[in-house]
C-alpha cells in the first residue's frame, strides 16, 4: 500500500506564508509526477502545481508567481512554498502522485488533505 501524507497546513494572516509538504511512503518502486490541488467549500477541487520526476513544473494561473512547488526524489516528498497568501486561497490542499509500485502495478494516490486559512 502507499500513503501520502500531508502536512503544514494552518491559519496565516494575508500576506504571509505557509509551506506544505507531502510525504510518500509505502510499497513504492518510483514517483512520476507530484501535484498539490486544493478545494474551497463549495467549489470543485483544483489544480494548484504539479512536478515531474525530472523537475519540470505547472501552475495554476492563480497561483503564479506566489507560489512554488518542489520535490526531493530521495525522500519522496513534495513541498508547495506558498507566499503572498490571500483569502482565496484558502482551502483544504491535497497532495496527489503517480506511483509505480514494488509490484510493477501502477496507481494515483491522494492525501488526506491538510486546511490552510487566510485571514484578511
Known amino acids: 500500500q502507499v500513503q501520502l501524507v500531508e502536512s503544514g497546513g494552518g491559519l496565516v494572516q494575508a500576506g504571509g506564508s505557509l509551506r506544505l509538504s507531502c510525504a510518500a511512503s509505502g510499497s513504492i518502486s518510483s514517483i512520476g509526477t507530484m501535484g498539490w490541488y486544493r478545494q474551497a467549500p463549495g467549489k470543485q477541487r483544483e489544480l494548484v502545481a504539479t512536478?515531474?520526476?525530472?523537475?519540470?513544473?505547472n501552475y495554476a494561473d492563480s497561483v503564479k508567481g506566489r507560489f512554488t512547488i518542489s520535490r526531493d526524489n530521495a525522500k519522496n516528498t513534495a513541498y508547495l512554498q506558498m507566499n503572498s497568501l490571500k483569502p482565496e486561497d484558502t482551502a483544504v490542499y491535497y497532495c496527489?502522485?503517480?506511483?509505480?509500485?514494488?509490484?510493477?502495478?501502477?496507481?494515483?494516490?491522494w492525501g488526506q488533505g491538510t486546511q490552510v486559512t487566510v485571514s484578511s
Open positions: 512536478i515531474t520526476s525530472g523537475g519540470t513544473t
Open positions: 496527489n502522485a503517480d506511483v509505480s509500485r514494488r509490484n510493477w502495478s501502477f496507481g494515483n494516490y
